[in-house]
């Protein structure tokens, strides 16, 4: 099946600094990107869905100028936590797929600690 | 605003038995529905995709029904494994909404 790689997959920094995370479709091209927030035992929160060449579009409540998401190609999109502080922490997770009615195919996640 | 329930947080049954999972939605018209399984840690694995227009879909033990009148769609696990032992998520349209989730617990 279709492969979706995220990078890291763990990250620890500092409260104030910024972190950038990584999502890659290997194997196809996606028109639509999905950036979630997991808390422990609770659901996917959804932050914001891109689309290639596009602003983000952010679901509310989610600030759009801590929580940067570029969606540069149809390969590539990344998501930048600035100035981080510890109740940010949490597991994020992109998705992609290739068009509507399709299934998303989801990255490992990436675990955010906020010192 | 759209609200989505999954029935009752952990659900536990004996290895092959039917696992039979809910997702009720409300304030939503979905054009189709989708199911997801997701392992401690991990991200969520694509299960099965049902369109408005599917009565049900399925694929090897797995069974996904879709009522558009009572809002609800059902996800079964047939002849259940303890490899089965995740937790499920059903996900809404295009936005890809997703519900609590529902974790099983399948006991030898």
């Known amino acids: 099946g279709a492969v979706v790689s995220q990078h890291p997959s763990w990250v620890i920094c500092k409260s104030g600094t910024s972190v950038k995370i990584e999502c890659r479709s290997l194997d196809f091209q996606a028109t639509t990107m999905f950036w979630y927030r997991q808390f422990p035992k609770q659901s996917l929160m959804l932050m914001a869905t891109s689309n290639e060449g596009s602003k983000a579009t952010y679901e509310q409540g989610v600030e759009k100028d801590k929580f940067l998401i570029n969606h540069a190609s149809l390969t590539l999109s990344t998501l930048t936590v600035t100035s981080a502080h510890p109740e940010d922490s949490s597991f994020y997770i992109c998705?992609?797929?290739?068009?509507?009615?399709?299934?998303?195919?989801f990255g490992q996640g990436t675990r955010l600690t906020v010192v | 605003s759209q609200k989505i329930e999954q029935n009752s947080e952990a659900l536990n049954i004996q290895e092959g038995k039917t696992a039979t999972l809910t997702c009720n939605y409300t304030?939503?018209?979905?054009?189709?529905l989708q199911w997801y399984r997701q392992d401690p840690g991990r991200g969520p694995v694509f299960l099965l995709l049902?369109?408005?227009?599917?009565k049900e879909k399925r694929k090897e033990r797995l069974k996904v029904t879709f009522d558009t009148t009572l809002k609800q769609s059902l996800f079964h696990i047939t002849a259940s494994q303890p490899a089965d032992s995740a937790t499920y998520l059903c996900a809404l349209g295009g936005k890809l909404i997703f519900g609590q989730g529902t974790e099983l617990s399948v006991k030898p």
């Open positions: 304030n939503y018209s979905p054009a189709y």
């Open positions: 049902i369109r408005e227009n599917e």
């Open positions: 998705s992609a797929r290739t068009g509507e009615y399709t299934e998303a195919f």
